[in-house]
């Protein structure tokens, strides 16, 4: 159990580590107050997969700033006139199991014609590897961009395991989207695939030695799914 009567640490707000070259990190005071409420150990379960359904809707908005968009001539009841409409490469969402699902919903409310892929990994406790138990994504991963979801960048061992994979399996344009990122899996995301940015609602301070973040939120696919 945490020491509620300790001194609070920082918040990372309060102490904004420089934001790594890969990492784009969402700001918006929405964004920060709604992952405040979800941090709270007494957070219940349907406020919890609430609130990141909300916050997942600001990531996926910024981690797809950059889609291409093309010209095309829409009759408004008004006149007929040139709009912009996406184009270019079709999405593929790929959600790390189990806790990658709560992102999932809501990236699919953004765009609903997205095609979706799963990893599931399980991490061994004392060494903090991965170890896969299903791949299962769409066949033309080389022609999509792919967006990899999971709320929690702790170690890095997990996402950079399922980018590598999914490179093996073709995915030549990747993206990664968490709620929270700790320093060292952001290190270790970017030295396995530097092509890949990382869009993050939160740089946390470290990991514990069992590798969940700090201040962090707990485990995400407990507090998601109220397994405990
Ligand atoms: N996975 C979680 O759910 N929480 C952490 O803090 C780290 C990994």
């Known amino acids: 159990m945490p020491d509620h009567t300790a001194t609070p640490t920082p918040t990372p707000a309060e102490t904004p580590p420089e934001t790594p070259a890969n990492v784009t990190l969402v700001q918006h005071p929405l964004v920060r107050h709604k992952l405040s409420l979800m941090r709270d150990a007494t957070c219940p379960t349907n406020s919890f997969r ?4 909300e916050i997942t809707l600001f990531l996926g908005y910024e981690a797809m700033r950059d889609l291409p968009l093309e010209d095309r001539p829409v009759a408004t009841p008004m ?3 040139q709009m912009p ?18 992102l999932m919903g809501a ?12 990893v599931g990994l399980v991490r061994d ?30 170690t890095g061992n997990s996402a950079a395991h399922a980018i590598t994979r999914l490179k ?6 990747l993206r990664f989207v968490c709620l929270l990122a700790a320093p060292q899996g952001v290190e270790t995301l970017g030295r396995a695939h530097p092509d890949v940015e990382i869009v993050t609602a939160a740089l946390d301070r470290d990991l514990d030695d069992r590798g969940y973040i700090l201040p962090g939120l707990g485990d995400a696919g407990d507090r998601l799914y109220g397994t405990k």
């Open 107 to 118: 990236m699919l409310e953004l765009v609903p014609s997205a095609r979706v892929g799963h």
């Open 79 to 81: 006149e007929t006139a």
């Open 85 to 102: 409409v996406l184009t270019g490469k079709k999405l593929c969402f790929v959600s790390i199991l189990r806790a990658g699902d709560g």
């Open 168 to 173: 093996a399996a073709g995915a030549k344009d």
């Open 50 to 53: 609430h609130l990141l359904r």
């Open 125 to 154: 406790d004392t060494t903090l590897q991965p170890t896969e138990y299903l791949f299962k994504v769409p066949k033309d991963l080389e022609q999509r961009r792919v967006y990899v979801l999971d709320p929690m960048l702790a």
